[in-house]
């Protein structure tokens, strides 16, 4: 299995711009969750899906952000428009069963930088 | 509700010498907990997992965690640090009665002196 995958590895834009970040899971995987990490603030769950499903979006920032999961094999995290703080390392996770009951595994991350 | 403290946010060792990276959790019932391991610029990879079995649990490359529910700890040991040991320790807490949210501790760097 190629394990979660993310795109892009890297995004650089310009506040204001609207950011797309995408995940595909591991197949059969049926949990999903989105990390931001950044050296202030540590390692944020954002958001967790369950079967597709948002289950806790309680961690997303604000409303500029935005995630959609439409079918079990891709979810897409979004932001707009983009600002300065926004910038930081990206993670979405998979896991097989029940959200963090069982381990999860990470995609490489995707580095955001807004100027 | 859950919470996970990792009590170093750096420990510096000499190759060859033992690790000790400790997590304290607070759970209001039977939890999993993990340890993921992050290398520079790469995802966390899991280390070990606790699971309501065997309360040492062994890892990969060497690591364990010996769970102990009086001291409510759960921390990593590995008897002899190498220098690829370098990175980024985060322990994690997940109890059911609940969506299973897992709650990531802030991480301790371990750095490894030749």
């Known amino acids: 299995d190629a394990g979660v995958i993310q795109s892009p590895r890297h995004e650089v834009t310009e506040m204001g711009q609207e950011v797309t970040l995408r995940c595909k899971p591991i197949?059969?995987?049926?949990?999903l969750f989105w990390y931001r990490q950044t050296m202030m603030r540590g390692l944020e769950l954002l958001i967790y899906f369950n079967n597709n499903v948002p289950i806790d979006d309680s961690g997303m920032p604000e409303d500029r952000f935005s995630a959609k999961m439409p079918n079990a094999s891709f979810s897409t995290l979004k932001i707009q428009p983009s600002e300065p703080r926004d910038s930081a390392v990206y993670f979405c996770a998979s896991s097989a069963e029940g959200g963090g009951a069982y381990e999860q595994y990470f995609g490489p991350g995707t580095r955001l930088t807004v100027t | 509700a859950q919470s996970v403290t990792q009590l170093d946010s750096h420990v510096s060792v000499s190759e060859g010498t033992p690790v000790l990276l400790r997590c304290n959790y607070s759970?209001?019932?039977?939890?999993?907990l993990f340890w993921y391991v992050q290398h520079p610029n790469k995802g966390l990879q899991l280390l070990l997992k606790?699971?309501?079995?065997?309360?040492l649990v062994k890892g990969i490359n060497g690591f364990e965690a010996e769970f102990k529910k009086s001291e409510t700890s759960f921390h990593l040991t590995k008897p002899s640090a190498h220098m690829s040991d370098a990175a980024e320790y985060f322990c994690v807490v997940s109890e059911p009665g609940g969506s299973y949210i897992p709650t990531f501790g802030r991480g301790t760097s371990l750095i490894v002196h030749p």
């Open positions: 197949s059969g995987h049926n949990s």
């Open positions: 606790y699971t309501s079995a065997a309360t």
């Open positions: 759970s209001s019932y039977s939890p999993s």
